[in-house]
């Protein structure tokens, strides 16, 4: 049967697999029997259905801080959080998630930190209409409020390598400054070019987050220190308000400003 929908990233196909798969997937039935449906989808809702069905098998509905260790893809709540703010419109929703399901790339991601830690989802096959109402009821459900798990998720909080800075490729510093560069006086009154703005330098940080060569305490600390600005650059993505943008992009150059302090090469 197939295991996962949209989560942009894959349920790990090594041992955590096969460790959750007999065991773990009766008690994801049985979490998914008593859990509270909320008024917005019924129970008996299709969508619903095929994604209790076909996702929760390996995503959690939402994050649980006493099963971090059992995590083996991100749950359903942080994908909508993701590409909610990147795709407002239902409809654009519904064909990114089903675009990035057929053909899943680290180019198409809006989830770098997760494709990291679980690795990019396999390319499966799914029948359309059935992927398309799961993606609905991914835009439509509420999954409510992500628990404060946060940075505990990375082990850790931001630090310096032995009081010393973290060093990285001469190539990751440029794509940060990079953002700099295009957030250094940046003013305008269509908000869509605040949206676009927003996508633009995400694009940027993300090819710093995913970056193969780094690992370990390193990259733990790359992510750590981008967690909090990449909410708020998916916040930029989907401002409808100018006042609103110049806030983000307030705290968003207020956060990078400390890039400095813990990085250089």
């Not at 049985?30 to 449906?37: E, L």
């Not at 959690?60 to 971090?68: A, C, Q, S, W």
């Amino acid at each position: 049967m197939i295991s996962i929908l949209i989560s942009l990233i894959s349920c790990n196909t090594s041992q955590k697999n096969k460790e959750y798969s007999k065991s773990e997937n009766l008690n994801v039935e049985k979490t998914f029997q008593n859990q509270d449906i909320e008024k917005n989808v019924q129970y008996n809702s299709k969508g619903y259905e095929l994604m209790a069905q076909k996702c929760y098998i390996c995503h959690f509905e939402k994050p649980d801080p006493l099963k971090r260790d059992e995590m083996i893809s991100p749950p359903m709540l942080r994908i909508q959080e993701h590409y909610k703010p990147a795709y407002t419109n239902k409809t654009e929703f519904v064909n990114a998630i089903v675009t990035f399901v057929k053909e899943p790339s680290r180019e198409k991601t809006l989830m770098p930190r997760a494709v990291k830690k679980f690795k990019l989802m396999p390319k499966l096959i799914y029948d359309d209409e059935e992927l398309r109402l799961i993606a609905e009821t991914i835009y439509d459900y509420d999954f409510g409020s992500t628990p404060k798990m946060k940075i505990q998720m990375m082990g850790n909080t931001l630090q310096l390598n032995n009081g010393k800075k973290w060093i990285l490729k001469k190539e990751s510093i440029e794509q940060v400054n990079a953002v700099f560069n295009k957030l250094a006086n940046y003013k305008s009154s269509n908000i869509a070019d605040y949206n676009q703005l927003g996508k633009d330098i995400f694009n940027d940080v993300k090819k710093v987050m995913l970056d193969d060569s780094y690992s370990g305490e390193l990259f733990d600390q790359i992510h750590v220190f981008f967690f909090g600005i990449e909410d708020n650059i998916h916040r930029l993505m989907a401002t409808t308000s100018e006042n609103e943008a110049q806030q983000q992009l307030t705290e968003i150059k207020k956060q990078l400003k400390e890039f400095q302090n813990y990085f250089e090469y």
